[in-house]
């Protein structure tokens, strides 16, 4: 049994929209839900004809930055241990997320696969680092999460950080400084990737275990900015146990300055870029944006489950 994690926070007709889709295509499959009703009402009742449908709700919303979409994750993980144990593979989705292959296509990859996860990771010390000195500053600082408001100073006081030991990320209101001690050494390097991927069963219990036993792990991190773009990959690249392949099967694409952490929003015109290579998802999508590119991709989707 598959697992599809969906954490969402608006545009809830898309949310319904993507879950049926998987649903239809994979009625055995397990959908779990995050969403943030303090921004959105979710309702289910239009897919309560399909079981395997659960859902978390979140009264909060997530902030970028901070450890809100660890937490999230670590949520998930947890509440299939306790409801779902047999899961085979758990893939982590975005509300924004769409499949741009059949389901039953990207399933039967996975039970074939010699990989036990897809999940892009880089060393943040080292040249390939997507982010060059950025990933430094991220990992090896420890910050204090600030209201909103104060982003307009912070970006001011960003001006003469250079000349102060203070580490300023006025994007997501985040003041830190260096960390005096970090757990990253040559045995154990600090890695980074991005959030979104598809692990198998060993991988996340493997990834669950060692934050229980090492929680110094988990607190440091917590304070680091963005850390779910490190965390998994630095423990389970680090552990030496798992056949990953350095690719998440995720299409997105970034502006020029990558080091905004936006992924452009996708239309119509970038059907044949999605659908040519060897992805199973795209992101971000969104319906009030383009909704004949969900359209085009249903079509696509669910050709093989209508005519088999």
Partial sequence: MICYFIQSHKNPEQILRLVRVIKQSSPHSQ??????????????SSLSH??????????KAAKRGDASLLMMYLEAVDWLFANRPNFEWLVCLSGQDYPTQPISTIESFLTQTEYDGFIRYWDVLSPQSLWGKAGEKRFFGQYISLPEWTSWFLRKLGRIEPFTPLLVQWRFSLLGLKAKSHPFNEQFKCYGGWYWNTLSRKCVKYFREYLIEHPEVLKYYQKTLAPEESIMQTILVNSGQFNLCNDDKRFVEFPANIRSGNARLLTTEDYTKITYGDFHFARKIDSQHDSQLLDILDERVLYCTIHG
């Fill in 31 to 44: 959908v779990l839900i995050n969403h943030d009703f303090s921004t959105s009402y979710l309702d289910l």
């Fill in 50 to 59: 399909y079981s395997g449908i659960d859902l978390i709700q979140r009264k």
